[in-house]
Nanobody
């Protein structure tokens, strides 16, 4: 059974860093996509970063490029989101999600493309 469990959220000052972790277990094949999404109060859930567990390819939302890095540790079944130079507008609940490949690039930030979701971890960036 596919499961995703996030951890690592918290409160940080503007300009600070956090590393979110996602334990992605139970996937039947190695070729799957893990995406990080976030949802701020009153806003829609949006894709932040995505990694193809098979070929390691990554994509990022424009607003986080150069600040966030998604990576994976296949042996540990972990996916990470390193967030640097955090801004108050990054405040949200962050979710990791899983989907079996293939996904087109345009689909990798669409919530409906992902069938498996974690419970989320909150990130608050104070100004």
């Amino acid at each position: 059974e596919e499961q995703l469990v996030e951890s690592g959220g918290g409160l940080v000052q503007s300009g600070g860093s956090l590393r979110l972790s996602c334990e992605a277990s139970g996937f039947a094949f190695d070729d799957y996509i893990v995406g990080w999404f976030r949802q701020a109060p009153g806003k829609e859930r949006e894709g932040v970063a995505s990694i193809d567990h098979g070929d390691g390819s990554t994509i990022y939302r424009d607003s986080v490029k150069g600040r966030f890095t998604i990576s994976k540790d296949t042996a540990k079944e972990m996916v990470y989101l390193q967030m640097n130079n955090l801004r108050p507008e990054d405040t949200a609940r962050y979710y990791c999600a899983g989907a079996y490949s293939p996904l087109t690039l345009s689909a990798r930030f669409k919530t409906l493309a992902y069938g498996y979701w974690g419970q989320g971890t909150p990130v608050t960036v104070s100004s």
